[in-house]
């Protein structure tokens, strides 16, 4: 089956290579930023030995549909798209926080919750809320990189405090991050989808903020399906998600948590298979269009060769 498992190109004014759990980025003369969109998967934290096919180009292009589709809202990184699994962009300085939105009380914020806390990065909740529900209005519980490389609530507050941000960059921050959040919540409701909580990065480049990074994706965002999610709620049962969570699910039950001495379970033609295919569901069902897989199989020479074209244009 043929994947991009790892890619070793040289380009013209190549400056840097940095290769990350699914992505190769290649900096231009230091100037620009090629990001080719692997098909490597990762969960829990592991890189699994298996690529699957299409899952790179699935990401990039939802990606590219959901910047092209907010660059009213805020000017975004990316310069050109040449290839269903490459984004080419502008080199930005980023914030060091990730802002992280919630429409409703799930994943870490429910955990949270459900542990007593009735604040999550400085934003107050009401009691009496039930996994799921959804919030009185969406909250911003913004994550910083710690000096070890995880991701730790902080407030507002203390971003100013701590001036890791101006505070006149701060609140722009916020204020893209809602309205992001506002179109991205009335796309998926056109695809039967509720946008349930998401992530934006932002950078700087010449005093301009930029949205850097993917935005609405499975790996970056938690859906429920629209249809259903009211009775659900109403009888205490799990919400339909659209996310990979169906990967996590598959190596829990192959006892495989990323744990010390836990082995990834063998990836078989077919386990790969039914993954390809379930990230194209995702990508049919957040975009509604129909996935097409490009014509030209020889794929790191097909990636090669529009990038190379795409840079003589830079």
């Not at 799930?106 to 039930?130: F, N, T």
Request: hydrophobic share 35%; with cysteine; aromatic share 10%.
């Amino acid at each position: 089956m043929n994947a991009i498992k790892e890619t070793h190109f040289t380009f013209p004014g190549q400056t840097s290579f940095y290769k990350g759990k699914v992505r190769d980025v290649y900096t231009i003369n230091n100037k620009y930023l090629v990001m080719v969109v692997t098909d490597r998967i990762s969960a829990f934290d592991v890189v699994l030995p298996e690529a699957i096919p299409f899952k790179g180009q699935v990401l990039n292009q939802i990606a590219a549909k959901f910047l092209a589709a907010t660059a009213d809202i805020v000017p975004n990184w990316v310069i050109n798209v040449p290839d269903p699994s490459v984004t080419i962009g502008r080199i930005c300085e980023p914030f060091k926080v990730e802002m992280v939105i919630r429409g409703y009380l799930a994943g870490h914020a429910w955990r949270e919750y459900s542990a007593g806390k009735r604040q999550v990065c400085g934003v107050s909740l009401p009691d009496g809320l039930k996994e799921n529900d959804k919030l009185p209005e969406p909250i911003i519980t913004p994550t910083t990189k710690a000096a070890v490389g995880h991701d730790e609530d902080i407030s507002g507050e203390q971003i100013l405090a701590k001036n890791i941000v101006s505070e006149t960059n701060y609140r722009q921050l916020e204020n893209y991050t809602k309205a992001l959040f506002k179109r991205g919540t009335e796309i998926a409701a056109q695809h039967g989808l509720i946008l349930v909580d998401t992530k934006y990065e932002f950078g700087n480049a010449d005093g301009t903020i930029f949205l850097i990074d993917e935005i609405h994706t499975p790996d970056s965002s938690r859906y429920f399906y629209s249809d259903g999610y009211k009775e659900r709620q109403e009888r205490g049962e799990s919400q339909k998600q659209l996310s990979k969570e169906f990967v996590r699910k598959w190596l829990i039950e192959n006892n495989f948590q990323g744990k010390d001495g836990q082995v990834v379970p063998e990836m078989t033609e077919a386990i790969v298979q039914s993954i390809s295919e379930r990230y194209i569901e995702l990508y049919e069902q957040i975009t509604g269009e129909k996935f097409i897989k490009p014509a030209n199989q020889h794929i790191l020479e097909r990636v090669e060769k529009a990038i190379n074209s795409a840079l003589t244009t830079l």
